[in-house]
């Protein structure tokens, strides 16, 4: 943990050259989750007190996200696993556009087709279901259950 914590206090990037992709779409994403907990502590927590609580505190966690979500991506640890998962993502065979079009039709229509079928299912059973209902309630009059 506290080589964590020293990672954090240095100014360095650790291979700046590889990687930069994965980590500046990873430090944007840690910036904007930080981001909007700072936004709901702002609105549930701050709002009302003074001047400092309400602009100093949210502009000061701010500078502390930004610094955070830019030195955790250059965490040694951290950034050889962003480095190693730009690298696969560049080995991933992508569909074309019409690949992606027809398989995206295929799903659609499977989906469309499960849930009539779903839909003809659950008729079925709230039919078969009232029917025995009426059974049992006529059953049960007869013999002066109820």
């Given at each position: 943990?506290?080589?964590?914590?020293?990672?954090?206090?240095?100014?360095?990037?650790y291979?700046?050259?590889q990687?930069?992709?994965?980590?500046?779409?990873?430090?944007?994403?840690?910036?904007?989750?930080?981001?909007?907990?700072?936004?709901?502590?702002?609105?549930?927590?701050?709002?009302?007190?003074?001047?400092?609580?309400?602009?100093?505190?949210?502009?000061?966690?701010l500078a502390?996200n930004?610094?955070?979500?830019?030195?955790?991506?250059?965490?040694?640890k951290f950034?050889?696993?962003?480095?190693?998962?730009?690298?696969?993502?560049?080995?991933v065979s992508?569909?074309?556009?019409?690949?992606?079009?027809?398989?995206?039709?295929?799903?659609i229509?499977?989906?469309?087709?499960?849930?009539?079928?779903?839909?003809?299912?659950?008729?079925?059973?709230?039919?078969?279901?009232r029917?025995?209902?009426?059974?049992?309630?006529y059953?049960?009059?007869?013999?002066?259950?109820?």
């Amino acid at each position: 943990m506290s080589e964590f914590v020293a990672e954090l206090f240095k100014t360095g990037t650790y291979k700046s050259k590889q990687g930069k992709i994965a980590r500046i779409s990873t430090a944007i994403a840690i910036f904007v989750v930080l981001t909007a907990g700072i936004y709901q502590l702002y609105n549930s927590v701050l709002a009302g007190h003074g001047a400092f609580a309400v602009y100093g505190v949210p502009l000061i966690l701010l500078a502390l996200n930004a610094w955070f979500s830019y030195r955790v991506v250059n965490y040694a640890k951290f950034a050889d696993f962003l480095i190693q998962v730009e690298a696969e993502m560049r080995k991933v065979s992508w569909p074309s556009k019409d690949e992606l079009l027809r398989s995206s039709v295929v799903v659609i229509v499977v989906m469309l087709l499960l849930t009539i079928l779903l839909f003809g299912y659950d008729i079925i059973l709230q039919f078969l279901f009232r029917k025995i209902s009426f059974a049992m309630d006529y059953i049960a009059r007869a013999l002066g259950i109820f």
